[in-house]
């Protein structure tokens, strides 16, 4: 088939491709259709691939002209785009413009738009300035946790019968959620959950509620939930809800000594030795958080420096993995479901979507960039560095290094780890063209809380 094209360039990385077929080309592929028409068709009266074509255009005559312009265009298409850079994404196919005028004796013409593969503009950092905090680690935030490893080698005991719950202890209750008559909904009742109280470690947040009951008693609430409630199917709803108590425990700190740190790990010998490790720990742990915060206010500059027009099929492509994966963070297996559950909260999932849409493209953007930077640097993650990598990894965690190395190979994310390798190096020559500046002093715990 030989055609004739012509690719113009639209907004949004979108291209309109207009081909035209010579009648020549079109009048074979309407008779190479009539004759699998014939071969194929069964009508009575006639043996099969013995039906005259003129009978077959008197029953089929529409239906084959249609059916002969789609494949026309299809290979007409696959023709034109032949050594072609422009071609469509995977996920957007071709849309056919109008509904151009189909002869068997006539030059066919036709255009379809389709997306392609953006153009990136990646801007410069030099000069860019980036803020961040002045951070230090205060004895208290040593002694937190400190207090956090005695919680979690406490001994847990019965209280007495006569003593009220108070945050801390760990309760054991049923609950279940009633109608406005007092009558117990079917599935929502649930037998001896265990929570700590103040955690707000229960579906239904009813910790202070629970504050001064004691052993064995019962007592109903109504509780109302705010709009922005986390769980979407209670939010700004009034729930009646029973709660029995039927266990309460209280924890027992151990002192803070040598023996503590002993129980925590045998490579402890005294408490001295788990105070320098938890100080060790901070240090990491803060070190790692200003090196995110490090990392994402550089992407950002480069981001905000970079132009990309993104195709409009890449975004609703991202829009809808974000949504499957909610479904499947929520265990939802249907978008129906899901719309439901959207719904109680006054919103579509539409709308969910449109609220997602400027971090969607960000992300897309910050992707096509950071790849494209990659690609002309020629950053190289060896074998070495990943094994590197590995090493590092397993020395933060109680995991061999071969287990690091079976983990990633096992769940398909070696390359990812290369990436990243690449995009590290990247960033390291990236800052370098960054004036970091001081910012404003901030508490060691109130850093975390601004970045959870």
């Known amino acids: 088939m030989v055609v004739t094209k012509n690719i113009e360039r639209l907004e949004r990385s979108a291209v309109k491709l207009t081909v035209t077929v010579g009648k020549d080309d079109v009048r074979a592929a309407y008779e190479g259709l009539l004759k699998d028409y014939a071969k194929n068709i069964r009508i009575d009266g006639f043996r099969k691939g013995k039906v005259p074509t003129t009978i077959l255009e008197r029953k089929f005559g529409s239906q084959l002209k249609l059916d002969a312009m789609g494949r026309v265009m299809d290979e007409a298409v696959e023709k034109a785009l032949e050594g072609e850079t422009l071609v469509p994404l995977s996920y957007a ?155 309460l425990k209280e924890k027992k700190l151990p002192a803070l000594d040598d023996e503590l740190a002993q129980d925590v790990s045998e490579k402890f010998a005294t408490l001295d030795d788990l105070k320098a490790d938890v100080k060790a720990k901070l240090e990491k742990r803060l070190a790692d958080r200003l090196k995110s915060m490090r990392e994402k206010a550089i992407i950002d500059a480069l981001v905000e420096r970079s132009s990309v027009e993104l195709p409009a099929s890449m975004v609703a492509a991202e829009l809808e993995m974000r949504t499957r994966n909610l479904m499947q963070r929520m265990g939802i297996e249907n978008e129906e479901r899901l719309a439901q559950i959207v719904s109680m909260s006054g919103r579509s999932v539409e709308q969910l979507r449109e609220e997602w849409r400027p971090d969607a493209e960000k992300a897309i953007k910050t992707r096509l960039v950071m790849d494209k930077l990659v690609a002309e640097g020629s950053y190289e993650a060896s074998d070495d560095d990943v094994a590197a990598e590995y090493a590092k990894m397993a020395a933060d965690s109680n995991l061999s290094v071969d287990e690091v190395k079976s983990e990633y190979e096992r769940r398909g994310m070696v390359d990812y780890l290369k990436d990243r390798i690449k995009e590290d190096r990247l960033l390291v020559d990236l800052e370098k063209k960054i004036k970091v500046k001081k910012g404003k002093k901030v508490a060691f715990v109130d850093l975390f809380k601004e970045n959870e």
């Open 93 to 247: 196919q071709p849309s056919l413009d109008g509904e151009p005028k189909f002869e068997l004796d006539a030059d066919f013409s036709f255009s379809v738009t389709y997306d392609v593969f953006p153009e990136v503009a990646a801007g410069d950092v030099a000069g860019a300035e980036i803020e961040l905090p002045q951070v230090a680690i205060a004895k208290a935030d040593e002694e937190r946790e400190l207090d956090e490893i005695r919680e979690r080698n406490a001994i847990v005991m019965d209280k007495d019968d006569k003593s009220a719950a108070k945050k801390g202890d760990i309760a054991t209750v049923d609950y279940s959620e009633l109608d406005d008559s007092g009558v117990l909904i079917a599935g929502t009742e649930r037998q001896d959950f265990v929570f700590e109280i103040g955690t707000g470690h229960n579906l239904y947040k009813f910790d202070d509620e629970v504050v001064g009951m004691k052993k064995g008693s019962e007592k109903t609430i109504d509780k109302t939930f705010p709009a922005d409630f986390e769980y979407a199917e209670f939010a700004g709803l009034t729930k009646k809800i029973k709660i029995t108590l039927s266990k």
